[in-house]
């Protein structure tokens, strides 16, 4: 039981009663206080693109409106920048206006891993890739907490849907937990140490998370180091005292007359250990003392500068996904006429629902804000095209748009999900734009060839069936207050795209990796893709997609150069590292940015891997003519895979293949790297087949040695008939013991065991 090392001296004071209400909130936002002893309430609030705080007058179910707080990009949308820097840019934005409003934790970031483009939180997480997610998560975490903030890390762990997400077991084998879905926390916990972690709603594996002791104990505290609490998602506690013996230090809300009842009566009748309810309530005064610890008058939040912000961030996070014949940007002249089509434009969908929802500041228009930077004499003329609240196709809506598009050198068609398509809650059943929009644009296109079309959606929508109609696609996901702002500086050029693929687009849904597991039934989902999400997957089975993980276009273009490889240090002595380098140049003609990607493949290994994985990557603002030298840093871990029969990381010796490039499928340099380690242990035993026992030097030398060579000097028994050895060498060795002939009596195995053993 792992206490904060700092005890507070106000545990010895506090009765039993009190030391239990102190693991429960006071109401749905808040701590207890003790008021007896001077310990405050702290307030929490939602959530990691904007600050939801509920006014005290709310409705005290956290379901009604919150005050107004700059709606920042959603995570979908920062997940797309690749930007470390930009991401805690945001969260120290995020934490000024939390330490304003008097919260004390910010509900977020949420890093969960995209396994399925029908998620209904997809908005709400980084990426299907658990590298990008933990680094932008811990950028987050940074950003909030160096305001004297703290952060909870959500939602842990394998939260990967909203169908039945109160009871569903994600059931999820240990070696895609590490490798997956584990990873991103553990960067985040490691780098950035969040003052706290809030668990997943569902079960691990069978067990609930928040009763669950290996993820919450062993794994986070333990092997991570979190020194921090453990909060409940809202309502994810069902047996108040099995999740405070698992490690989860505060229910919330509060189950109040009933959680802290049990705790009392579990450690009054000696079923609960009262150090476990110690260190919980340790840690519930930590939080306390890091929340309080700033005694400075909270900081003025400057609106506009917070706007300001959010329109530069969304401007980081789009993705030109395609840009035919450079038709963006946009050069107008005076005279031009540009033909703004959807009701998009002019009533922006910027972020998703559900307990995320900010209450922005303000918010810019799509519509307006172009009109307002083309030059004088470009005329913007704009029609509905469609309704946003229904798939029908309105034939007298189109018309009008065609006429428009006749009439204009360029169109630019807003497109996107309805509110009502996707919100945490549920999940999606597919992942098609509505059929009115999709319908009304091949109209456009047959009217006009250059057009653009400006995407705003939060999780993936199949462009396959329609993106041959725009010479131009701009994914801007759910962009935040500022979204509108940010289109229009994207498309006439005042900003340069920059943003890359955080996740694959399919061409099908019938494509994705997890689609036949996909969302489970009888309260299992099972992870039968196993460590093949994303990319992984697509690549493995070797599909086509729309669009790569990785992807994103920009105005300017960039060349790759001199791949470098630096092995320093030995695996053995636990100092492995491999330096790489590269050079890279703007080769056209204005300022962007280019978003390195360096990639690992291990071709030998013994256990299936993934074609290629994301292991380093560095976004460069380069201008015009100018190089920079980028370094990308591997471990041994980034080489590694997780083995059960070990419970460790093994980096298996070899080649490894090393390609840096622009997406997962634009790989502009590649080299090979031989690394030298040693043979993971051996761990064989009477189970443990024939061919296991060859395969490893010291089994093989020693099974040799126990069947013995005839006079000739040839292996006897088994080891020397070539055409039985391929037919039974996948038998135990044990089961072996009982064939006759083989050589291998259960004496000679029984002492094959022995010495194995004492090794
Ligand atoms: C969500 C969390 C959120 C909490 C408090 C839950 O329903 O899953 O992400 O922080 O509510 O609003």
Redesign the pocket.
């Known amino acids: 039981m792992k206490v904060p090392s700092e005890t507070s001296p106000l545990l010895a004071e506090l009765t039993l009663e009190e030391k239990a209400s102190l693991c429960l909130g006071s109401d749905f936002w808040h701590t207890a206080p003790v008021e007896r002893l001077g310990i405050p309430a702290i307030m929490v609030s939602?959530?990691p693109h904007g600050l939801r705080k509920q006014p005290d007058e709310a409705d005290h179910v956290?379901i009604s409106g919150s005050l107004p707080a700059t709606c920042f990009p959603t995570a979908c949308a920062v997940g797309s920048s690749w930007d470390p820097q930009l991401a805690r840019r945001v969260g120290e934005a995020l934490g000024r206006e939390a330490r304003a409003q008097g919260v004390a934790v910010v509900?977020g970031p949420?890093i969960n891993l995209k396994r399925s483009p029908l998620c209904g939180r997809n908005f709400e997480y980084f990426s299907e890739d658990p590298l990008l997610s933990g680094v932008l998560g811990a950028a987050m975490i940074d950003g909030v907490q160096s305001q004297g903030v703290g952060t909870s890390l959500?939602?842990y762990a394998v939260n990967n849907q909203e169908t039945d997400r109160l009871r569903v077991s994600a059931d999820v084998d240990e070696r895609t937990l590490r490798e997956l879905y584990l990873a991103g926390f553990e960067r985040a916990v490691r780098k950035a140490r969040p003052w706290t972690v809030?668990c997943a709603?569902n079960k691990v594996n069978g067990t609930y998370a928040s009763e669950h002791d290996w993820l919450l104990s062993t794994v986070l505290r333990g092997e991570w180091g979190f020194d921090g609490l453990v909060v409940s998602?809202?309502?994810a506690v069902h047996d108040r005292v099995a999740a405070l013996a698992a490690g989860l230090d505060l229910e919330m809300p509060p189950n109040l007359g009933v959680s802290d009842t049990a705790i009392v009566t579990a450690v009054g009748a000696g079923q609960l250990d009262e150090r476990a309810l110690d260190a919980a309530v340790a840690r519930v005064l930590q939080l306390i003392d890091r929340a309080t610890a700033n005694s400075e008058p909270p900081p003025a939040v400057d609106v506009d500068a917070h706007h300001a912000l959010a329109r530069a961030a969304a401007t980081e996070c789009a993705v030109l996904l395609k840009n035919q014949d450079h038709l963006l940007p946009l050069r107008p002249t005076a005279g031009d006429r540009i033909a703004v089509v959807g009701e998009f434009a002019r009533t922006p969908r910027y972020q998703g629902a559900g307990?995320s929802q900010v209450n922005p500041t303000r918010v810019d228009v799509a519509l307006e804000e172009l009109r307002a930077a083309v030059p004088d004499g470009v005329e913007v003329t704009f029609a509905t095209g469609y309704g946003i609240e229904t798939t029908d196709h309105d034939q007298e809506l189109a018309a009008e748009a065609v006429a428009l598009a006749r009439q204009a050198e360029v169109v630019l068609v807003f497109l996107g999900l309805p509110a009502a398509d996707e919100s945490?809650g549920f999940d999606r059943s597919h992942i098609d734009l509505p059929a009115n929009q999709t319908a009304l644009l091949s109209r456009l296109a047959d009217t006009n060839p250059n057009l653009a079309v400006v995407l705003a959606n939060g999780s993936v929508v199949r462009l396959a069936g329609w993106d041959q109609h725009a010479k131009a696609v701009l994914e801007c996901w759910l962009s935040g207050q500022a979204a509108g702002g940010a289109a229009a500086d994207l498309l006439l050029g005042a900003a340069n795209p920059s943003g890359r693929l955080a996740e694959t687009l399919p061409l099908r849904l019938e494509d994705t990796p997890s689609y036949l597991h996909f969302p489970g039934e009888a309260g299992h989902v099972r992870y039968g893709e196993g460590i093949f999400v994303g990319y992984r997957g697509y690549d493995a089975l070797d599909r086509q997609v729309s669009y790569p993980f990785g992807h994103g276009l920009s105005y300017t273009s960039f060349d790759y150069a001199d791949l470098t490889t630096d092995l320093t240090g030995r695996h053995q002595d636990g100092d492995l590292g491999v330096e790489v380098t590269c050079r890279v140049t703007n080769t056209g003609d204005r300022r962007g940015k280019e978003v390195v990607q360096l990639y690992v493949r291990d071709p030998q290994a013994s256990v299936a891997r993934p074609v290629r994985e994301l292991k380093a990557f560095a976004k460069l603002d380069l201008d015009p003519g100018q190089t920079a030298v980028v370094e990308l840093a591997l471990t041994a871990r980034d080489l590694s895979w997780w083995s059960t029969t070990l419970d460790d990381w093994v980096l298996e010796g070899g080649e490894f293949e090393l390609a840096v490039g622009a997406s997962s499928r634009d790989l502009r340099l590649t080299t090979t790297l031989d690394i030298a380690a040693p043979p993971p242990p051996a761990t064989l035993d009477a189970m443990s087949t024939l061919q296991e026992w060859l395969a490893d030097p010291t089994g093989s030398a020693l099974l040799r040695e126990a069947v013995g060579t005839d006079e000739e000097g040839r292996p006897k028994g088994i080891l020397g008939n070539v055409e039985l050895l391929p037919v039974i060498g996948n038998f135990p060795i044990s089961t072996l013991a009982a064939f006759p002939g083989l050589g291998l009596s259960h004496s000679v195995v029984d002492a094959l065991i022995d010495r194995v053993v004492a090794i």
Request: charged fraction near 30%; avoid cysteine.
């Open positions: 939602d959530g956290g509900l949420g959500k939602h809030m709603y998602d809202w309502g307990s945490e």
